[in-house]
């Protein structure tokens, strides 16, 4: 079992920048990727960023040339590097982690741009 916490999360004006953190404790074995998704009310959860254990990335095209995914294999921590931030980046950001033995999440870490 896998256990995620996230953090910095936050309120950023349009065009801010923020870095959300996931560390992972647990059985941390076989990680085939990690990724960061966000879902607002009334709305599917939607995948944002992607890394595989391989290092090949993913984005979402709305998030392209803004965030950056990254990971310290070290600390078992993923980053989301937030910038240009738009009011439609708005909504609760969640980790995951996914090996073969299943799929883990985070709690969730509320993202709000606005002025």
């Known amino acids: 079992q896998v256990q995620l916490v996230e953090s910095g999360g936050g309120l950023v004006q349009p065009g801010g920048s923020l870095r959300l953190s996931c560390a992972a404790s647990?059985?941390?074995?076989?990680?085939?990727?990690m990724a960061w998704h966000r879902q607002t009310p009334g709305k599917q959860r939607e995948l944002v960023a992607r890394i595989t254990s391989s290092g090949n990335t993913y984005y979402v095209d709305s998030v392209k040339g803004r965030f950056t995914i990254s990971r310290d294999r070290a600390k078992n921590t993923v980053y989301l590097q937030m910038t240009s931030l738009k009011p439609d980046d708005t909504a609760v950001y969640y980790c995951?982690?996914?090996?073969?033995?299943?799929?883990?999440w985070g709690q969730g870490t509320q993202v709000t741009v606005s002025s």
């Open positions: 647990g059985s941390i074995f076989n990680i085939l990727f």
């Open positions: 995951n982690f996914q090996s073969p033995a299943g799929s883990s």
